[in-house]
């Protein structure tokens, strides 16, 4: 079974878990539109391709702000691994007009 970036990390910020309830719910949790991508639950293994994800306790921020950040990643580097050449990095994702700007972040999310 493919596990999700929050069942790696284990963040707890995704709907229902303990952390979620006291500080704030991932984007990439909540992010339906990828679902299903890398086998991942919402964007839970696409979670490059999401702006505002809270990795190491802190929003991340725009696409160009975090891709090297992402790229640097453990979990980042096990998907790719994992998926071979079926891999889709945040060029990838582009393409298929998949990537999302979450207007939750102007909200203080």
Avoid at 59 to 78: L, P, S
Avoid at 90 to 97: C, D, H, P, S
Wanted: hydrophobic share 35%; aromatic share 6%; proline share 3%.
């Amino acid at each position: 079974m493919k596990k999700n970036c929050w069942e790696i990390k284990q963040c707890g910020r995704v709907p229902g878990e303990l952390h979620a309830e006291n500080l704030r719910v991932c984007p990439a949790a909540i992010c339906r539109r990828l679902d299903g991508v890398h086998g991942g639950h919402n964007a839970g293994r696409a979670c490059w391709a999401v702006s505002g994800t809270l990795c190491s306790g802190k929003v991340q921020g725009t696409f160009a702000n975090k891709h090297k950040d992402c790229e640097q990643c453990e979990f980042f580097k096990q998907v790719k691994e994992e998926e071979g050449p079926q891999f889709q990095a945040i060029t990838a994702l582009l393409r298929k007009g998949i990537m999302l700007r979450h207007h939750w972040l102007s909200e203080g999310l």
